[in-house]
C-alpha cells in the first residue's frame, strides 16, 4: 500500500525567504507525482507535476524535483511572499497492481509567509 | 464556463434526506473521480470513472452512489448519511491514456454538512 508522508506539517517564515517543503513515498512503482496548493475551504489547485521519467519541473518561483529510487520529492520556493501562504499537497499516482491509477495524498504542509 | 465545476457549493442535510452532489468539467478530459476530505484527514480517493466505466470503488459505503453518464459530467447521491460523513467533497478530472493518468484538476469542492 502506497503511503506519502510530508513533513514538516507546518512551516512559518518571513517574507522574502527561499523554503523547501518535502515529500517521501514508501512505492517506486509511479506514474508521477503532483503537487497541489489548498487555500482553506477551497479546492485544489494544481501547482506542478512530474512524470515517473523526469527528474524535475518549474514554473515562475517553484522548482519541484522527483527522486523515484529514494522515494522523494521536493517543493523549492523562491523568495516566499505572503500570498504563498496556503496548504501544500503532495499526491502520488501509483503503477502497479491494486493501487494502478490510484492517487494517494500526504497530510500536507501549512505553509505561513508572514509580511 | 472553464475547468472543473461543482454543485452546490454548500449543502446541509438531515440523516433522512436524500441529495445529490454534481461534478462538470470543461476540459475535454476522460476520467472524472469523486475525493473525500475530511478535518485533520487526508484527501480520501472514493470513486473513478474512465470513459463512463467505474474503474475504482474504494470500500466507499453503498450510502453513497456515485452515477457518471457521460464524460463530462458525475454526481454523487446521497441517502441517510450519517454526522462523520460530513467533510469536503472535491471532484476532479484527468485524461488517462497508454501511459497512465495524467494531471488532475479539481473543481472547488461541496462543503457538506450533515446534521
Known amino acids: 500500500k502506497q503511503e506519502v508522508t510530508q513533513i514538516p506539517a507546518a512551516l512559518s517564515v518571513p517574507e522574502g525567504e527561499n523554503l523547501v517543503l518535502n515529500c517521501s513515498f514508501t512505492?517506486?512503482?509511479?506514474?508521477?507525482l503532483q503537487w497541489f496548493r489548498q487555500d482553506p475551504g477551497k479546492g485544489l489547485t494544481s501547482l506542478l507535476l512530474?512524470?515517473?521519467?523526469?527528474r524535475e519541473q518549474t514554473s515562475g518561483r517553484l522548482n519541484a524535483s522527483l527522486d523515484k529510487s529514494s522515494g522523494r520529492s521536493t517543493l523549492y520556493i523562491a523568495a516566499s511572499q505572503p500570498g504563498d501562504s496556503a496548504t501544500y499537497l503532495c499526491?502520488?499516482?501509483?503503477?502497479?497492481?491494486?493501487?494502478?491509477?490510484?492517487?494517494?495524498f500526504g497530510d500536507g504542509t501549512t505553509l505561513t509567509v508572514k509580511p | 464556463e472553464t475547468g472543473v465545476t461543482q454543485t452546490p457549493r454548500h449543502l446541509v442535510m438531515g440523516m433522512t434526506n436524500k441529495k445529490s452532489l454534481k461534478c462538470e468539467q470543461h476540459?475535454?478530459?476522460?476520467?472524472m473521480y469523486w475525493y473525500k476530505q475530511s478535518a485533520k484527514k487526508p484527501l480520501e480517493l472514493m470513486f473513478v470513472?474512465?470513459?463512463?466505466?467505474?474503474?475504482e470503488n474504494n470500500s466507499v459505503p453503498s450510502r453513497f452512489s456515485p452515477e457518471c453518464p457521460n464524460s463530462s459530467h458525475l454526481f454523487l447521491h446521497l441517502h441517510t448519511l450519517q454526522p462523520e460523513d460530513s467533510a469536503l467533497y472535491l471532484c476532479?478530472?484527468?485524461?488517462?491514456?497508454?501511459?497512465?493518468?495524467?494531471?488532475?484538476?479539481f473543481g472547488p469542492g461541496t462543503r457538506l454538512t450533515v446534521t
Open positions: 470513472y474512465n470513459f463512463k466505466e467505474q474503474t
Open positions: 476540459l475535454g478530459h476522460n476520467a
Open positions: 512505492d517506486s512503482a509511479i506514474y508521477n
Open positions: 476532479a478530472s484527468s485524461s488517462q491514456g497508454g501511459r497512465g493518468p495524467y494531471e488532475q484538476y
Open positions: 512530474i512524470q515517473s521519467s523526469q
Open positions: 499526491a502520488v499516482t501509483s503503477r502497479y497492481n491494486t493501487n494502478a491509477g490510484k492517487s494517494t
